[in-house]
Each structure stands twice: as structure tokens, then as C-alpha cells.
């Protein structure tokens, strides 16, 4: 829908995944949610408003997505990253490729809309 | 899948098969025993063997037939279930996002399939499917498998609550770390560890973390499981470890809380584990100074501690200092590190190299130096193989600089 901003979900559980579709569809976002990497690559130039990605996805993790949609593509859409633990390393790294925040899981879904909502 | 609920069954077949098998030899025997053979008339050897071989094909077509047959029908049960969960989890899905929530009373695929997004969920949402379980399924229908005398049904219950992180089933699954059995024991601290990570904030949690703390405490827990356990509790770890690193608590159970600090990078435990760079015990300062690396701070007051502590007598208390050393000015610690490429132990050689390697452009000039002109033949060898596998140099000048020294 023109105008609405636009949310591309890069998620292999597919519980999470559907959970953060639905908190963004509630918060009146366009949502389309994939489940790994390779599906999401094929999707990234088509112009999202932001990007919520996974670290631990199968095949090439969240980070390395984020590192070839930075240096490879040039995209610099807001990313929001989220992960099962909170290691720093990795969080350095994240921010290092410019992910915009850095959410851990169980994640709340406020607290998530809230992230996405403050960069689109 | 296979032999969780049909060891019953199982056991029998077997049984079956292996008394048809018995008869079918003794018959076999008898045949051969020329005294007995008048017993019975028409039971010649050649009639006992093609009966010994009836019969063993029978049973093994019994048991074959029980284990393809439990495969098929208990798949095809497994992906009936699994569509029954997803179903059902999608439907919670919508409810947690307003959707009018189903009329009880409901089947248990419902219950996994609120397990399923509880799982996934904090903040508000999440305490609204904890509502959702109090509407729907009274707290003793969680409760009572844990009483059963069935390990597996202990076990599936401990998984349930475990995910279901309810905080009003906090005690009594930490009750089932006084179990008997030891694989009880470890379930229901793993779960009572998820349930506590996301406990309400309050008085409450003061006295659930202090009943934790106090169940770490059993001798019968291993230090993995409780470590595992610690790790479990996200940033409620901070609370429950602080309350380990005294002196009452055993040697291995304060390791392990170190340990967790350190791997769950509790910056707010640094200023505590800080001192047990100290301890007596090697274990306990090795752990300690991992954990400050891990956690990226040592205190001001504990600077000293460290360095001291890249003198220390114990190899492996050395290598965690050297490791810690990163974190300190590289002006406070090069003579030192200059001194540890050439230590007897190669993993505190290594680790030298490496903290200098990680000091920037002055550890890493001091390396090339080291590489070149260091004293101590090993230490000289150390410095080139790092800055070869860091790719610092390559494979011809690492070879010049080794034929050189």
C-alpha cells in the first residue's frame, strides 16, 4: 500500500517470525516475513522502510546478511537486529555493519514495535 | 519419537520373540536326543528344524512388523500433533493481538501451542498469555506430573512448565530439585532457572533468587548442570551469583557462578569477582580473571590484582591474566609480556602473543621486535608463528625470520 512503510522479517522460527508480523501489522506496518537468508537476499533491493533481522539464521548467519546488505549492495536501510542472547562481541559487530538496535529474545513486542517505528 | 511411550509394548515383543525362539531350539534339541525322540512319534529332525524355523521366522516378523508399524503410525500420529500445535499456535498468535480467545475447556495441542508463543514472548503480551493459562487449565494440572512415579511424565511436565515460565510454579518446581533422581534434579533446575530469568521485578524476586541460590547449593548437582542453570538465567543471574561468591558456598559451585558471570557478561558482578583474583584456590582465580575478560572490565582497584596475577605460579592462572592483560594500558604490561613469550608453558606464550597482537600498532611493533631479537629462542618462534597465522607476514618471511634466529 503506497504510504504505508514497508517491513522485510528475516526469521526462521516461524513462531517468532509470525509474532513479529503480527506486532508490526498491529502497529499499521506492511510486513513480509521470510525465513532465511538466501530468500531475503533475493527480496533487499526492493526498498524496505526497515529491516528486522535474525542473528542465527540457517546457512549465512544475520550478521554476514547484514555485513553483504551494507558493503555488497549499499543498501542502508534501518536494520534491527534480534538474537537469542545478548554476547557484546556480537553486538559490536552489529552496530560495526550499523544496525540501528539490538533486541534480544523472548522479545516484547511493544518494545519491538517501539524500535521499528522510531526509524521508518 | 521412537521408545518414549512404547516400552511396554516393546518389552513384550521381545519377550515373545525370544521365548518363541527358546521352544523353537528346545524342540530342536529334544528332536536330536535319540531317548526322547520316542516321546514324541512324529518329531523328527528334520520336522523340529523346519518347525525351529517357522517359529523364528514368526518372531521376527512380530518384532520387525512392531517397529515398522510403531514407526508409521506413531509418524503419522507425530504430524497430526504437529498440525493440531501449529493450528493451535497460530490462533494464540491472534489472540495475543486481540483476537476473542476460544471457549474452554480445550485439548492439550492448545496448551502446547500457548507454550509454543509464551516461548517466544516477554513485557505485557507475555503476561497476558500467563493469564491465559490461569483461565483455562487450572495450576495443579501443571503441577501434578511432577508427582507421578513416571520419570517420563516428570520430565514432559518440568519441559511444560519450563516454557511456560509461569511465576506461581516457581516453588514447586524448584521443590523437584530435592527429587531422588538426579535427571529430575537437573530438569526442574533448568526449568525453575527459565522461569526465574523472567520473573516479576519486586520482593518477590529477592526471596525466589535467595531459594535458587540455596538449591544450587545441594552436593548432589553437578557443577555443569549448574552452571547450565546459571546461564538459564539471563539477567536474573546476577542476583542469584552474587549471593555464591562467599565462603560457605562450595569451591565448585562458586566457579561455576564466576563462570556464568563472566559468559553472561554481568558488568554489574565486576566489582565482586574482582577480588577472588586473589583466592587461594588457582580454579577460582583463573575463573575470575575469565570472567572479567569476558566481561570486558577490570575495576580500577583491581588492576594491580591482574598484574600481579601475570607472576602467578599456576600455568593456567598465568594464561587467563595474560588474556585479562588485555584490558589494561599496554605501557603497564609490555615488560611483562615481553617476559611471557618466553614462559615455559607454550599456552602462556601463545596468550602473550596474542594480548600484544590485540595492544595495536605498539603491541604489535613490539611483536615484529620480539620475532627479531627476543632472547629466548621460543619466544622468538612464538612471535613468528603469531604474526603468521594472524597474517601479519607471510609464508616467506616467517620462513627467513625463523632460518635467521
Known amino acids: ?120 | 519419537m521412537w521408545r518414549r511411550y512404547g516400552d511396554a509394548a516393546y518389552a513384550l515383543f521381545v519377550l515373545a520373540g525370544f521365548v518363541l525362539q527358546a521352544a523353537a531350539l528346545a524342540l530342536l534339541t529334544w528332536s536330536f536326543i535319540p531317548a526322547a525322540s520316542g516321546l514324541f512319534p512324529g518329531a523328527t529332525p528334520a520336522r523340529a528344524l523346519i518347525g525351529a524355523l517357522l517359529l523364528t521366522t514368526t518372531a521376527l516378523l512380530g518384532i520387525v512388523g512392531f517397529i515398522l508399524g510403531y514407526h508409521v503410525i506413531g509418524a503419522r500420529r507425530q504430524a497430526l500433533r504437529e498440525a493440531d500445535v501449529r493450528a493451535w499456535t497460530e490462533r494464540w498468535t491472534e489472540v495475543v493481538f486481540g483476537a476473542e480467545p476460544p471457549p474452554g475447556p480445550l485439548p492439550p495441542a492448545a496448551l502446547e501451542g500457548l507454550l509454543e508463543v509464551r516461548d517466544k514472548l516477554r513485557g505485557s503480551r507475555a503476561r497476558a498469555i500467563d493469564r491465559l493459562f490461569e483461565r483455562y487449565w487450572r495450576r495443579d494440572v501443571l503441577i501434578r506430573p511432577l508427582r507421578s512415579r513416571r520419570l517420563i511424565r516428570r520430565l514432559d511436565a518440568l519441559e511444560r512448565l519450563a516454557r511456560a515460565r509461569l511465576a506461581t510454579t516457581f516453588f514447586p518446581v524448584l521443590h523437584e530439585t530435592e527429587n531422588a533422581d538426579a535427571r529430575t534434579r537437573g530438569m526442574a533446575l533448568r526449568a525453575a532457572a527459565r522461569t526465574l530469568a523472567l520473573y516479576p521485578e519486586g520482593p518477590a524476586m529477592d526471596e525466589a533468587q535467595a531459594a535458587f541460590a540455596k538449591a544450587l547449593k545441594d552436593d548432589r548437582i553437578s557443577t555443569g548442570v549448574a552452571l547450565e542453570a546459571m546461564m538459564l538465567l539471563e539477567d536474573a543471574c546476577s542476583g542469584v551469583a552474587i549471593r555464591l561468591f562467599d565462603d560457605p558456598t562450595p569451591r565448585w559451585l562458586r566457579w561455576a557462578a564466576i563462570e556464568a558471570a563472566g559468559r553472561l557478561e554481568r558488568v554489574d558482578l565486576s566489582i565482586v569477582i574482582a577480588p577472588l583474583v586473589e583466592d587461594l584456590d588457582p580454579e577460582i582465580r583463573a575463573a575470575a580473571l575469565r570472567a572479567l575478560h569476558g566481561i570486558r572490565t577490570i575495576p580500577d582497584a583491581a588492576e594491580h590484582s591482574v598484574r600481579r596475577a601475570l607472576h602467578d605460579d599456576v600455568d593456567f592462572v598465568r594464561v587467563q591474566a595474560t588474556r585479562a592483560a588485555e584490558l589494561l594500558l599496554f605501557g603497564s604490561v609490555a615488560t611483562r609480556m615481553w617476559e611471557m613469550l618466553g614462559d615455559p608453558s607454550w599456552w602462556v606464550r601463545r596468550t602473550a602473543a596474542e594480548t600484544m597482537g590485540g595492544h595495536g600498532v605498539a603491541g604489535a611493533e613490539m611483536l615484529g621486535w620480539a620475532a627479531r631479537s627476543h632472547p629466548d629462542r621460543y619466544a622468538r618462534h612464538m612471535a613468528i608463528q603469531f604474526l603468521f597465522d594472524d597474517h601479519r607476514i607471510d609464508l616467506g618471511t616467517a620462513e627467513r625470520l625463523r632460518q635467521a634466529v
Open chain 1, 1 to 120: 500500500m503506497p504510504g504505508v512503510p514497508s517491513v522485510l522479517v528475516v526469521e526462521d522460527d516461524p513462531t517468532v517470525a509470525r509474532l513479529v508480523e503480527m506486532t508490526l501489522r498491529f502497529g499499521d506496518l506492511e510486513v513480509r516475513a521470510v525465513g532465511s537468508a538466501g530468500e531475503a537476499r533475493d527480496l533487499l533491493t526492493e526498498g524496505w522502510d526497515a529491516i528486522v533481522l535474525d542473528i542465527n539464521l540457517p546457512g549465512t548467519s544475520g550478521l554476514e546478511l547484514l555485513r553483504q546488505l551494507r558493503e555488497d549492495l549499499g543498501i542502508d536501510a534501518p536494520v534491527v537486529m534480534l538474537s537469542a542472547q545478548r554476547h557484546e562481541h556480537e553486538v559490536q559487530r552489529a552496530l560495526a555493519f550499523e544496525a540501528t538496535t539490538y533486541l534480544t529474545k523472548p522479545f516484547a513486542p511493544d518494545e519491538l514495535l517501539e524500535a521499528v517505528r522510531a526509524v521508518v
